[in-house]
């Protein structure tokens, strides 16, 4: 059965950098696509990044600071995140679905088959 593993949470002061990473088997990796969704308390969850080679999208409020990238060989996808903010606490979800293109389908985490257990990120100041 598919199953998505994420790791590299954790508690990170303001300003600090984490990377996660979500393991996936039990699927063929290349023929999807992949986002990295999270979501804090009392809040919906929403979209941060996602990777459909070759083609990235982020939320604005990680532009610049969050890197989505895939590894094809290893089955993995990483999500560099530097410069964090108290508003990043949350818990982060890796999600896949077949691979698309469209941007709006890659933004909405309706559309996503197959979801991680998630990851807790606290930024304390």
């Known amino acids: 059965q598919v199953q998505l593993v994420e790791s590299g949470g954790g508690l990170v002061l303001t300003g600090g950098s984490l990377r996660l990473i979500c393991a996936a088997s039990?699927?063929?990796?290349?023929?999807?696509?992949w986002g990295w969704f999270r979501q804090a308390p009392g809040k919906e969850r929403e979209f941060v990044a996602s990777?459909?080679?070759?083609?990235?999208y982020y939320a604005d409020s990680v532009k610049g600071r969050f890197t989505i990238n895939r590894d094809n060989f290893k089955s993995m996808v990483y999500l560099q995140m530097i410069g964090l903010k108290s508003e990043d606490t949350a818990v982060y979800y890796c999600?896949?679905?077949?691979?698309?293109?469209?941007?709006?389908?890659?933004?909405?985490?309706?559309?996503?088959?197959?979801w991680g257990q998630g990851t807790q990120v606290t930024v304390s100041s």
């Open positions: 999600a896949a679905k077949p691979l698309t293109s469209t941007r709006t389908s890659l933004l909405n985490p309706g559309t996503y088959d197959y």
């Open positions: 039990g699927l063929t990796f290349s023929r999807y696509s």
């Open positions: 990777v459909s080679a070759p083609i990235t």
